[in-house]
């Protein structure tokens, strides 16, 4: 089987992207193999990571432990102005500098309980698959890289970024990108998830909460004027009329609805918080448009209920986040490299497909990127049940990653 690997590995390097060598790698090998062996310490790594809490804004002790084990491995780590880790491995020259990144935070907030329960491979635990998961397999594949020497044209520079749960509105990868912390980026992977999927293309989404105000008054003494939750409740059922495509999938949810003091109050503020998602950059802004001009017309409709009122009523539009949508051909060398891992290995190959991953951020640059799974099993993100199995091939994930990482840099 070693032997049979040693090929493959050297045939994949060959007709990569980036390659020039035709003949097997034992070094790739010896890593492929140490992945599997050492599957106990990545698992370790993916607990104790987990067992540090990370709550939005809140990834600091995390991310200082994550740097701590990159000394740890040799590597010299820093923590750039938001909060992401960032260790590099150096290239020989001549080859893509490829950041390799999972995140450090969760959705969780402080005080959570993030203590992790293990029965058997299966793991429990907030933030277990998400995005426990990729922290250890990006730390899995830079120790192996090092104990095994494998060198790289270019430059992998590992990161653990911050904000790339809905609050956090990928403020870490917009750092990296827009201020240079990991210096230049030829390509972006993010591990982020379970499984052996890829995201290929970024679903954008638009976040907004939305305030509509009035002066307020007593429901019977004032009764006449403008009601902002009334105006609330037209926009909202307008939004719920809007039209939009099948194909590109393009979707609206009013998730959240605030406001109020009693029953027998007009109230003073109704706020309501609103999510717009496409595939598509055009269909998401034209949805956008159509959005803003229903929380508008709500006003007037409002206003024009009580003709004989001269009370203020107004709606403001806040932005919680925005995800920019992009697309790559499935002919791209990163998809191609990726899915050329996959064959190597034996492993079911990964179609793509959509989704809202830190990859949003450079695909929407132009800049080949792809979030993929960590490998196992698991369900549950996002909610206090969630949970991750590594089965009896867990491994499986960091050694995809490691060749694609190898024929993304350059062997």
């Known amino acids: 089987m070693r032997t049979l690997i040693i090929a493959a590995v050297g045939a994949l390097l060959a007709a990569g992207p980036t390659a020039g060598q035709s003949t097997p790698d034992p070094a790739v090998a010896r890593a492929l193999a140490r992945l599997e062996r050492d599957n106990a310490w990545t698992i370790e790594q993916q607990i104790a990571l987990c067992e540090i809490p990370a709550p939005p804004f809140g990834e600091q002790a995390r991310g200082a432990e994550y740097a701590r ?12 102005q938001v909060g992401n880790v960032i260790a590099t491995r150096p290239g020989s020259g001549g ?22 329960r293990r029965e058997g491979t299966r793991l429990s635990g907030p933030g277990i698959g998400d995005d426990c998961r990729g922290l250890a397999v990006v730390l899995a594949i830079a120790r192996a890289m090092a104990l095994e020497r494998i060198p790289t044209r270019g430059d992998v520079v590992f990161v653990g970024n911050v904000g790339e749960e809905g609050p956090g509105n990928l403020r870490g990868v917009r ?8 210096g230049r980026i030829d390509a972006f992977v993010s591990v982020d998830g379970v499984g052996l999927g890829m995201v290929t293309a970024g679903v954008g989404s638009n976040r907004y909460r939305v305030t ?31 039209a939009v495509p099948a194909e ?6 009013v ?15 109704a706020v309501m918080q609103v999510d717009l998602r496409s595939e598509s950059a055009a269909a998401l802004a034209r949805l956008d448009s159509a959005f803003r001009r229903t929380v508008a017309q709500a006003v007037v409709q409002e206003k024009a209920r009580w003709p004989g009122s001269d009370k203020s009523l107004s709606a403001d539009i806040g932005v919680i986040g925005l995800r920019p949508a992009g697309t790559q051909p499935d002919t791209l060398w990163l998809v191609r490299a990726a899915r050329d891992a996959a064959r190597t290995l ?21 800049i080949p990127a792809l979030a993929v799974d960590g490998g196992g099993r698991g369900d549950g993100a996002h909610s206090l049940g ?26």
Request: charged content about 20%; proline content about 6%; hydrophobic content about 40%.
């Open 175 to 182: 750092h990296l990108f827009e201020h240079g912390s990991a």
């Open 69 to 80: 084990r990159f000394e740890a491995l040799g590597y010299r780590a820093t923590i750039d």
């Open 386 to 411: 969630e949970w991750y199995d590594d089965g009896a091939d867990g491994f499986r994930g960091p050694q995809w990653i490691l060749l694609l990482t190898l024929a993304a840099a350059g062997r």
């Open 212 to 242: 509509f105000s009035g002066p307020g008054g007593h429901s019977y003494g004032d009764f006449g004027m403008p009601n902002p939750m009334h105006a609330m409740g037209r926009a909202i059922a307008a939004i719920g009329d809007l």
């Open 255 to 269: 998730g959240v609805v605030e406001g109020g003091t009693s029953i027998n109050s007009i109230t003073m503020k």
């Open 95 to 116: 080859g893509r500098r490829l950041v390799l990144a999972a995140h450090l935070d969760t959705v969780f907030p402080e005080g959570t309980d993030v203590r992790v």
């Open 248 to 253: 590109p999938r393009t979707v609206f949810n």
């Open 346 to 366: 034996g492993i079911p190959m990964p179609r793509g497909g959509a989704g809202s991953t830190d990859a949003n951020l450079p695909i929407s640059l132009g």
